[in-house]
Nanobody, 125 residues
Framework: VQLQASGGGLVQAGGSLRLSCAASGGTLRRYTMAWFRQAPGKEREFVAAIRSVGTTHYADSVKGRFTISRHNAAENTVNLQMNSLKPDDTAVYYC???????????????????WGQGTQVTVSS
């Protein structure tokens, strides 16, 4: 499975962006999909995840502002709708996938086998 992230850019605080992660080489239907982000000088951190059964999980810092969802009938695209963006959301965002995770692993970076390249999100104040 190859993942391709897109949709990053520059936006003012309070604005919105939608990131997309498209898969090739297979369907994502049975995978847990997640977004992580890494700000300059900081470690990569969990943002959101959606499991194969459709349940979603969010970091406290984005809960209520970000929404992760699967898109299209083949479910090989996952979106991250980001609203009410803050300067602290500035980071490189990465999508990740794995087909074997249990619930306790969803927020763990090194539990994911497949990663897309990052897409830069910059939020100006």
């Amino acid at each position: 499975v190859q993942l391709q992230a897109s949709g990053g850019g520059l936006v003012q605080a309070g604005g919105s962006l939608r990131l997309s992660c498209a898969a090739s080489g297979g369907t994502l239907r049975r995978y847990t999909m997640a977004w992580f982000r890494q700000a300059p000088g900081k470690e990569r951190e969990f943002v959101a995840a959606i499991r194969s059964v459709g349940t979603t999980h969010y970091a406290d810092s984005v809960k209520g502002r970000f929404t992760i969802s699967r898109h299209n009938a083949a479910e090989n695209t996952v979106n991250l709708q980001m609203n009410s963006l803050k300067p602290d959301d500035t980071a490189v965002y990465y999508c990740a996938a794995d087909g074997t995770l249990i619930l306790s692993q969803i927020r763990v970076e090194n539990a994911y086998d497949y990663w897309g390249q990052g897409t830069q999100v910059t939020v100006s104040s």
